[in-house]
């Protein structure tokens, strides 16, 4: 055996090695149990991207077991959703534009997820609907009201739709404010980009005996830091 041939030998088994080596880890920090060992895996693989790459807090959404739950949370960059996952110890679905849904090289990975597209221009209640029914089955639906990236702390006239789904399923809503991300307003670059991500978990809301109006205000002010005082006095 050459020295050239002993050094590819030897690097390829290294890289089995520790694609073994983090494999186990991953498998060890997952929290999730999404039903499939690449999916933990990935489950992971998030925590330790966001908690030591973007140096994410450890805050955990206060979820109930088992049963139904809906997280809302502000959109502020393409990192949300994993931080979002990192805060959850439960598999989550998102709700997405079908665009998103649809990116190559990302769909297997929504549709492993369960993630719900959404036609915003054609028959939006039809992922409604797909969201209800995941909640009736006792699964945990993500919402962003803002319908999009919303990269400032402006408040903003959110979506409807999560009070629906809170109506509708009697399920409760946890809000999570997103902040210290670094790639504001971005995709792509805000996952690439190093943060210091902070997560505020409030307690869950119930609207079940609140007008539409008032709990959308309710979560309007837990979504925007320019509203909180505000919040304090009221």
Not at 15 to 27: D, E, I, K, P, T
Not at 29 to 48: C, F, K, M, P, Q
């Given at each position: 055996?050459?020295?050239?041939?002993?050094?590819?030998?030897?690097?390829?088994?290294?890289?089995?090695?520790?694609?073994?080596?983090?494999?186990?880890?991953?498998?060890?920090?997952?929290?999730?149990?999404?039903?499939?060992?690449?999916?933990?895996?990935?489950?992971?693989?998030?925590?330790?991207?966001?908690?030591?790459?973007?140096?994410?807090n450890s805050a955990l959404l206060n979820l109930p077991e088992r049963g139904g739950a809906i997280v809302v949370a502000n959109h502020?960059?393409?990192?949300?959703?994993?931080?979002?996952?990192?805060?959850?110890?439960?598999?989550?679905?998102?709700?997405?534009?079908?665009?998103?849904?649809?990116?190559?090289?990302?769909?297997?990975?929504?549709?492993?997820?369960?993630?719900?597209?959404?036609?915003?221009?054609?028959?939006?209640?039809?992922?409604?609907?797909?969201?209800?029914?995941?909640?009736?089955?006792?699964?945990?639906?993500?919402?962003?009201?803002?319908?999009?990236?919303?990269?400032?702390?402006?408040?903003?006239?959110?979506?409807?739709?999560?009070?629906?789904?809170?109506?509708?399923?009697?399920?409760?809503?946890?809000?999570l404010h997103i902040d210290g991300v670094r790639g504001v307003g971005h995709t792509l670059l805000a996952v690439l980009l190093r943060?210091?991500?902070?997560l505020r978990v409030f307690p869950p809301l119930s609207c079940a005996q609140v007008e539409h109006r008032e709990c959308l205000q309710?979560?309007?002010?837990?979504?925007?830091?320019?509203?909180?005082?505000?919040?304090?006095?009221?």
């Amino acid at each position: 055996m050459t020295i050239v041939t002993f050094s590819v030998v030897a690097m390829l088994a290294g890289g089995v090695l520790l694609l073994a080596w983090l494999w186990r880890q991953c498998l060890i920090v997952h929290r999730a149990e999404w039903g499939s060992a690449w999916l933990n895996v990935l489950d992971g693989l998030t925590r330790i991207f966001c908690r030591r790459y973007h140096r994410s807090n450890s805050a955990l959404l206060n979820l109930p077991e088992r049963g139904g739950a809906i997280v809302v949370a502000n959109h502020v960059s393409g990192l949300d959703p994993l931080l979002v996952v990192a805060a959850s110890v439960r598999p989550v679905r998102f709700l997405i534009a079908r665009e998103e849904y649809q990116r190559f090289g990302l769909h297997w990975l929504f549709r492993a997820m369960g993630c719900i597209p959404v036609d915003r221009g054609q028959r939006p209640e039809r992922a409604l609907r797909a969201a209800l029914r995941a909640l009736q089955n006792g699964e945990v639906v993500v919402v962003f009201p803002h319908g999009g990236i919303h990269a400032d702390d402006t408040p903003a006239v959110l979506k409807g739709g999560v009070v629906k789904l809170a109506h509708k399923s009697h399920c409760l809503i946890h809000p999570l404010h997103i902040d210290g991300v670094r790639g504001v307003g971005h995709t792509l670059l805000a996952v690439l980009l190093r943060s210091r991500a902070h997560l505020r978990v409030f307690p869950p809301l119930s609207c079940a005996q609140v007008e539409h109006r008032e709990c959308l205000q309710s979560i309007s002010r837990l979504l925007h830091k320019k509203l909180w005082g505000e919040a304090n006095e009221l």
